[in-house]
């Protein structure tokens, strides 16, 4: 008769004579995947505005963007998308329930998102985004647009040079996000 001790005794040595045994294999991350070659290529952009006409912030933020993207020296901005080889919307956005003159000082709750499409095929091929927070002073709602927007002008030069940004956004005007 097999005595109940031995076996579960000769199962925990054999799980750890197994353990002992195997070799060690930590897990790697995998390598990047490439980036759309027209991130890199591109030469001629064109910048759309996919936010509010009526909104100051919204045509601020167009106006700096496309500024710091022109300062940038690599591009040349054309006025057709059908001359661009790669087309960049500018989107204004609000988290969805929230005001954006909400009393939560813990929470960013407008972003401002660029997407990356190819002008041919209409497929989005990247798209960045970064936090602002909304001031009830228009002096600090512009220097928080300003720092904003020049933030997705770094993360899009950076992208462009085969180098992308995390997945963070960097902008936390005092306060950090969560």
Known sequence: MVNRRNVLAVMVVS???????TPCTHAQ???PAPLPAALTSAHKL????AGDQENADCLRAYNN????VSQLGRYQLVADPSEAD???EL???????QSV????????????????IDPHTRIILWSLTERTNYAVFQSNRNKNLDETVATLVADFAALTQAQPPNNKSRVTHGFPLH
């Open 46 to 49: 064109f910048l759309g505005n």
């Open 29 to 31: 991350d995998p390598p």
């Open 15 to 21: 799980m750890a004579l197994l353990l002992v045994t």
């Open 86 to 88: 790669l087309v960049l």
């Open 65 to 68: 963007f496309y500024g710091g």
């Open 91 to 97: 989107h204004y956005e609000i988290d969805l329930g």
């Open 101 to 116: 003159a909400s009393n939560d000082s813990r929470r960013s709750v407008r972003q401002f998102r660029v997407v990356l």
